[in-house]
């Protein structure tokens, strides 16, 4: 049995918004955080053997975060779930397509003996958890409300606060994923 532990890992806004309806995360970058503070992505990469991450996540790093002078930032393989026909930008990324379930093995090899980082976006996340491959989220909540956009968690779960923590503007919060939410009964339910 794997040791590994697939670690969804992002920053939203309080209304629960990884980005807004543009895809854009302007709201993200004018927040102070400390890279040497509590939960800080420099101590969370140390840990990680392997990212997984959607292609909408994948084209926005490709935009926003890549070019001539700034290559691909991760030196860990990366798998791009997709269906879309995206090309890799370095030896390190492989653009897959199936389901967490169908790729598990393969992940957790390239992994190693560290953890998996579940990147994003939302949906991939729950996609993850539904398939019983999510075992942390670990959430910075930055002070601002966008109303709409790509949610963190489009599907019902539940966790378990295991940290709290504030770095700079952003409430960071821990948590362990105990499972689908159940729905509930409706005839024990009173008005």
């Given at each position: 049995m794997?040791?590994?532990?697939?670690?969804?890992?992002?920053?939203?806004?309080?209304?629960?918004y990884l980005a807004d309806v543009h895809n854009s995360l302007d709201w993200l970058f004018v927040q102070t955080f400390d890279e040497a503070g509590p939960m800080s992505m420099n101590a969370f990469l140390a840990d990680i053997g392997a990212?997984?991450?959607?292609?909408?996540?994948?084209?926005?790093?490709?935009?926003?975060?890549?070019?001539?002078?700034s290559?691909?930032?991760y030196t860990q393989p990366c798998f791009v779930f997709t269906h879309r026909d995206l090309e890799?930008?370095?030896?390190?990324?492989?653009?897959?397509?199936?389901?967490?379930a169908d790729l598990r093995e393969r992940i957790v090899a390239a992994a190693g003996d560290r953890d998996i980082w579940v990147v994003g976006g939302g949906d991939l996340a729950a996609q993850f958890a539904a398939a019983d491959m999510l075992d942390e989220v670990t959430v910075s909540i930055a002070p601002v409300t966008?109303?709409?956009?790509?949610?963190l968690f489009?599907?019902?779960?539940?966790?378990?606060?295991?940290?709290?923590?504030?770095?700079?503007?952003?409430?960071?919060?821990?948590?362990?994923?105990?499972?689908?939410?159940?729905?509930?009964d409706s005839a024990g339910e009173t008005a």
């Open positions: 794997s040791t590994n532990r697939f670690r969804y890992n992002t920053a939203t806004t309080l209304d629960g990212i997984v991450m959607g292609s909408t996540t994948y084209r926005w790093l490709l935009e926003h975060e890549i070019s001539a002078d290559p691909w930032p890799p930008v370095a030896d390190t990324v492989h653009i897959v397509a199936g389901t967490p966008l109303g709409a956009g790509a949610p489009p599907r019902p779960f539940d966790l378990e606060l295991t940290e709290i923590a504030r770095n700079g503007d952003f409430a960071c919060l821990r948590y362990r994923v105990v499972g689908p939410r159940k729905p509930a």
